[in-house]
């Protein structure tokens, strides 16, 4: 089982439509977790943080993680063309100074 | 402020050449890391430095693989003698000691360079 799994989709949805896109894992001592947004040929960047279990809101998008689950969420509201991209959803098992460990992404097209 | 530099953004190698990456951390990052796309595979860890030292580089392929980060000057992954399968976009990233956030939270994010795209033929 690898340690991170994403449906790498792609995903195509309507202009205004809400995006959930998830993302499970293996490794239980996880417990930094983030999202990133990839548009086609740039680099990752940070999208969102959690720490641990919780929710948390930002404008438009909202992180979900479910420790006992071991499963992460991200949720685009009023999703946008410019919402377009390759979204990868990564985890840590300690705050800085560690690797990374990525999703391979899943590709998601906003249509107007 | 600029970003994490990477350079160059795209290379052509024969097979059995070698290839050098060069990556510039952003300003006050002295934290780097290599990490290597391949096409319709997620980011995959490769190598972790500080200046003058190899944190972790338990990511990197045994042979034909090196990476340094000197004192002075970027970081370098090199690739000697490269093949076919090693033709994938290389991302840089970086991370200054300590980050702490506009909320006062250490977030130990990642600042990405716009990748390298290595083409073997």
């Known amino acids: 089982q690898k340690e991170v799994e994403q449906d790498p989709g792609p995903l195509s949805v309507p202009e205004g439509a809400i995006v959930s896109l998830n993302c499970t894992y293996s490794?239980?001592?996880?417990?930094?977790f983030m999202w990133y947004r990839q548009y086609s040929r740039k680099g990752p960047e940070l999208l969102m943080y959690t720490y641990s279990s919780g929710n948390k809101e930002d404008g438009r998008f909202t992180a979900q993680v479910d420790k006992s689950s071991k499963y992460i969420s991200l949720f685009i509201r009023d999703s946008q063309p410019s919402d377009s991209a390759t979204y990868l959803c990564?985890?840590?098992?300690?705050?800085?100074?560690?690797?990374?460990?990525f999703g391979k992404g899943t590709t998601l097209s906003v249509s107007s | 402020n600029a970003g994490v530099m990477q350079n160059p953004r795209h290379l052509v190698r024969r097979r059995g050449q070698e290839a050098r990456l060069r990556c510039s951390p952003m300003?006050?990052?002295?934290?780097v890391y290599w990490y290597r796309q391949l096409p319709e595979e997620g980011l995959k860890f490769m190598v972790y430095?500080?200046?003058?030292?190899?944190?972790?580089e338990s990511g990197m392929p045994k042979e034909r693989f090196s990476a340094e980060f000197p004192k002075e000057g970027p970081s370098i992954l090199r690739i000697q003698q490269v093949v076919r399968g090693d033709s994938a976009a290389y991302f840089c990233?970086?991370?200054?000691?300590?980050?702490?956030?506009?909320?006062?939270?250490?977030?130990?994010?990642?600042?990405f360079g716009e990748g390298s795209r290595l083409t073997v033929l």
């Open positions: 430095l500080q200046k003058e030292n190899i944190i972790d």
């Open positions: 990233a970086s991370s200054p000691v300590n980050l702490v956030s506009t909320s006062g939270v250490n977030t130990g994010e990642l600042f």
């Open positions: 990564a985890m840590s098992a300690r705050q800085a100074g560690t690797a990374l460990i």
């Open positions: 490794n239980s001592a996880f417990q930094y």
């Open positions: 300003k006050g990052h002295s934290h």
